[in-house]
């Protein structure tokens, strides 16, 4: 079993569509966990950090259930500029050796 | 300030030859990261550093090589390339996690195809 597992997809949905990720992680004594972008052909970003309260950021929301293992991003009203693969990434040890998830593609339709 | 920077851009090498990527840092930032990202893999982490002389191995060292001699700079070598290394690399530099600011942040890449 992957320690970070995603839905590769890719999801393609219309502008303005609500579209959710999920991600699952196997070490269930991981401290940090964070989404990043990555576009076509260039370097991942970070998107934004998860918190165990949920967070949101503009139109996007992350959530992180600690019981059950994983974790979501929610993308509310997309955006052709959403397009992008999104990688859940999950430090199991707070030492900066982070564990990515192969990303989920999203392509969003005008 | 230009962030994160990493030479060469693109590299063909035959199996067999030796090379050395070069990424530089102008955050001063005390970790920096070598990744190599392969379809439906993620990226994995190669070897990475907590400080200037100082390296450690990440989950797929075998076959690379590093060196921190300035903090600015982290070297990535590749001793006898082999086609499995085809991938592009990635170096990535932060600070300190333990002063909670855990953004890693990425040069633009290096892709590398061994034939």
């Known amino acids: 079993r992957k320690e970070v597992e995603q839905d590769p997809g890719p999801f393609n949905v219309p502008e303005g569509a609500t579209v959710a990720f999920n991600c699952t992680y196997s070490?269930?004594?991981?401290?940090?966990f964070f989404w990043y972008r990555q576009d076509c052909r260039k370097e991942p970003k970070l998107l934004m950090s998860?918190?165990?309260s949920g967070n949101e950021d503009g139109r996007f929301t992350a959530q992180l259930n600690r019981a059950s293992q994983y974790i979501s991003l929610l993308i509310r009203d997309s955006k052709l500029s959403d397009s992008a693969t999104y990688l859940c990434?999950?430090?199991?040890?707070?030492?900066?050796?982070?564990?990515f998830g192969q990303g989920t593609t999203l392509q969003v339709k005008p | 300030n230009a962030g994160v920077t990493q030479t060469p851009k693109f590299r063909v090498l035959k199996t067999g030859q030796s090379m050395t990527l070069l990424c530089a840092q102008d955050?001063?930032?005390?970790?920096m990261y070598w990744y190599r990202q392969d379809p439906g893999m993620g990226l994995r982490l190669i070897h990475y550093?907590?400080?200037?002389?100082?390296?450690a191995k990440g989950e797929v060292p075998d076959g690379y090589n590093v060196s921190r001699l300035k903090k600015q700079n982290f070297l990535l070598g590749l001793e006898s390339a082999a086609p499995s290394q085809t991938s592009v690399y990635f170096c990535?530099?932060?600070?300190?996690?333990?002063?909670?600011?855990?953004?890693?942040?990425f040069g633009p890449g290096t892709r590398l195809l061994v034939l």
């Open positions: 550093s907590v400080g200037e002389g100082t390296t």
């Open positions: 998860v918190y165990s």
């Open positions: 990434v999950v430090n199991p040890s707070n030492t900066g050796k982070l564990i």
């Open positions: 955050m001063n930032h005390e970790y």
């Open positions: 990535a530099s932060s600070y300190p996690w333990d002063r909670g600011q855990e953004t890693q942040y």
């Open positions: 070490n269930s004594a991981s401290q940090s």
